[in-house]
């Protein structure tokens, strides 16, 4: 009763990054409310989730095991959650904003009637006052994103309904064991008392997975374009810099909307969360969508003509010029000191 729940995404056997993250935000967010933290795994292939989700603070693991559940279709992972839920009555569910979470989700917040948060950059524990009414409310979270095209800072709250649902990005929060020796419980359950043998009408018969040839999230290095870059030929020059780094390319959802660099590369609420060592944004404005997709890089490097753009606040290092005349000049140095 009461506590946070881990909707784990399972794919071949293996947990998805974006749950291990909120697998630690959750064990954080338990320590606060001074509760337990459980894992919810349905699929097929789950002989090693056990190992791969209890060191991080899992405190019970709930299994559902039947080869109809894996790969994930709607229904039946649907209903496990909503009958799970009415059972043991969470005060907090979370899930990643994947293709699999933006499906799931709002229709088991739907059914629970507890409404839900998406694409949140941040999730804290605090209390709320309703004046009008003279109600505290204690221990609530709160659902933190951009909101009205990122100008504001949504700070949204669940007071009456449990449980208090939200979607988060993958990259968004650390992932960090808490013991490799965490002892926790597995409960393994009896999939037909949660799932009706209708919600099995839906079979996948065959599936076939692009995998991305980008990898920006676990790049070191990234050189990032914004719209300030110009052109997309001039975007030509970050690949040529990236290339001599060793780095990978990203953008700004602008410099994507003009069709300067592929969705892929996207940077920023709508795109990908990275925390690489050095981060090098040329004619990027520093809207706080992408800021909240590269604020935790290591080293912030900002080239822009604007000496006011809003990402030199919090870059470490601001050089003030154009794209073409700078990057040019990174490229000849930085060949010189490596020979």
């Known amino acids: 009763m009461n506590n946070i729940f881990v909707y784990l995404e399972i794919e071949e056997g293996t947990v998805a990054d974006v749950s291990q993250e909120l697998l630690t935000?959750?064990?954080?967010?338990?320590?606060?409310?001074?509760?337990?933290?459980?894992?919810?795994?349905?699929?097929?292939?789950?002989?090693?989730?056990?190992?791969?989700?209890?060191?991080?603070?899992?405190?019970?693991?709930?299994?559902?095991?039947?080869?109809?559940?894996s790969p994930y279709t709607t229904l039946p992972h649907t209903s496990i959650l909503v009958e799970l839920f009415k059972q043991e009555k969470p005060q907090i569910c979370l899930m990643g904003a994947t293709i699999i979470g933006r499906d799931l989700g709002p229709r088991v917040s739907s059914a629970l009637g507890s409404g839900l948060t998406a694409d949140c950059t941040s999730l804290e524990i605090g209390n709320h006052e309703e004046k009008k009414a003279g109600k505290t409310y204690e221990n609530l979270l709160y659902q933190i994103r951009p909101a009205f095209g990122g100008n504001i800072v949504a700070w949204i709250i669940n007071p009456d309904h449990r449980p208090q649902m939200a979607t988060v990005r993958e990259g968004v929060m650390k992932k960090e064991i808490l013991d490799p020796h965490y002892k926790g419980v597995v409960t393994e359950h009896?999939?037909?008392?949660?799932?009706?043998?209708?919600?099995?009408?839906?079979?996948?018969?065959?599936?076939?997975?692009?995998?991305?040839?980008v990898n920006i999230k676990n790049s070191p290095i990234i050189v990032s374009g914004g719209y300030g870059v110009g052109s997309k030929e001039n975007f030509q020059l970050l690949y040529q810099l990236a290339d001599v780094l060793g780095a990978e390319v990203g953008a700004s959802r602008a410099a994507v909307d003009a069709g300067y660099a592929e969705h892929e590369r996207q940077i920023g609420q709508t795109g990908v969360t990275v925390r690489p060592k050095v981060y090098i944004a040329c004619g990027i404005s520093g809207q706080i969508q992408h800021i909240a997709g590269m604020q935790d890089s290591s080293i912030i490097i900002s080239i822009n003509n604007d000496p006011?753009?809003?990402?030199?606040?919090?870059?470490?290092?601001?050089?003030?010029?154009?794209?073409?005349?700078?990057?040019?000049?990174?490229?000849?140095?930085?060949r010189k000191n490596t020979k």
């Open 25 to 69: 935000k959750g064990r954080s967010l338990a320590d606060q409310l001074g509760c337990q933290l459980e894992a919810i795994a349905a699929g097929a292939d789950l002989d090693t989730v056990e190992k791969q989700v209890i060191p991080y603070g899992v405190d019970v693991l709930h299994i559902f095991r039947d080869k109809r559940l």
């Open 190 to 213: 009896p999939v037909n008392e949660y799932v009706k043998e209708a919600d099995f009408v839906v079979a996948i018969l065959d599936r076939h997975i692009e995998k991305s040839k």
């Open 308 to 334: 006011n753009a809003p990402i030199n606040t919090i870059a470490d290092y601001v050089i003030t010029g154009e794209i073409e005349k700078v990057i040019p000049k990174m490229i000849k140095y930085y």
